[in-house]
Every structure is written in C-alpha cells, then in structure tokens.
C-alpha cells in the first residue's frame, strides 16, 4: 500500500471510532440531560418524542433535578402542551423559588390557558428578584395590553422596559405597540 491509501485507512478508522463513541456513549446515555442531543427550538416532534420521555425517566429517578424538569417544561412549552409546562417549571419552582427565567416561562404557559391573574402574578415575582428581568416586563406588559386591555398599564412597564433596552428587536415592538395605542 501506498501512503495515500494508508492514509485515507487511518482517517477512516479514526472516523468511525469517533462516530462509534459518539453513538454509544453520548445518544444512548439516559442520564445525560435532555437538552444535550438536540439545541432547544431545533427538534423534530421525534426528537422531542424522545428528550420527553427520556427526561420523565430521569425525573422519576431523580425528582430533585431542577435542570431536567426546566428541560421538560421547556420541550412540553415547545411543543404547545401548556398545562405539562405549567407542572414542569411547577417542580422546579419547589426545588428553586428564586428562578426567574422558569417563573417567566411558566408565567406564558399561565397565559397560554387564560390563567392571566397567575401569569401577571409570575411575572411581578420574577419582576421582584430581578427587576432588569426584561422577558418578564415585556410579558408583563403583553399581558395589559393585548389580554386585559389596560394599554395605560401596559405603557407604564414597557415604559419602564425601554429604560433598560432601547434598541433591541422587542423594544422596537414595544415602541411600535405604543405608538398605536389611543
């Protein structure tokens, strides 16, 4: 054999050991948690199929695992099922009162089912731990506006949004949302 051949051999070996590995030892892993396989936003419904039932697995194991139920609550929140979110970032909450960005999500699942008192109540709790949490305000502010129809409300915290970002893509919807509202 020629080095060319000899090589190409070796590269291939090494590739498909490398493939191997990665099969055995990081897909078929369950106790991984779920988001490794696949980047949140980006999955099939197979592969969120598959990350729900392999995170309900590890919660049952494990259901002190705040960041698998944040997992679970963010792929049944992906995947339009409010009320699974709602239990989800429910559990999380229990084990993590404090978090800001589970008490948001959970606030627009809330807002998902029409449950606008439990959203609005969310969001000033994340408002109250951080209060430059802009997700929350501008939810807060959603809320007002488009489910409660209190646009005065609405423009007193997006107002307080914008001190904080002014130029972002959301805060150019809010300046839009404000410039329409009589």
């Known amino acids: 054999m020629n080095k060319e051949n000899v090589l190409t051999v070796v590269v291939a070996l090494i590739v498909g050991l490398l493939g191997g590995y990665l099969i055995f030892n990081i897909a078929g892993n369950k106790d991984l948690p779920a988001n490794v396989a696949v980047p949140q936003g980006a999955g099939t419904p197979t592969d969120y199929q598959r990350r729900i039932a392999e995170a309900e697995k590890i919660v049952a194991r494990d259901p002190k695992n705040a960041q698998v139920w944040a997992q ?68 807060l502010g959603v809320v007002y506006f488009q489910d409660l129809k209190q646009p005065e409300k609405a423009r007193e915290i997006w107002t307080k949004y914008l001190q904080f970002d002014s130029t972002s893509p959301t805060a150019q919807q809010i300046k839009a949302d404000m410039a329409g509202m009589k």
Do not use: C
């Not at 679970?72 to 993590?96: C, M, P, R, W």
């Not at 606030?107 to 430059?132: C, H, L, T």
């Open 72 to 139: 679970l609550g963010n792929d049944y929140f992906d995947t339009d099922q409010a009320q699974k979110a709602i239990n989800a970032y429910s559990k999380v909450l229990e084990i993590e009162p404090n978090n800001v960005n589970v008490l948001t999500d959970q606030g627009i699942m809330y807002r998902k089912v029409g449950w606008y008192d439990k959203a609005i109540a969310n969001f000033e709790k994340a408002q109250q731990k951080d209060p430059k949490h802009l997700q929350s305000l501008y939810n």
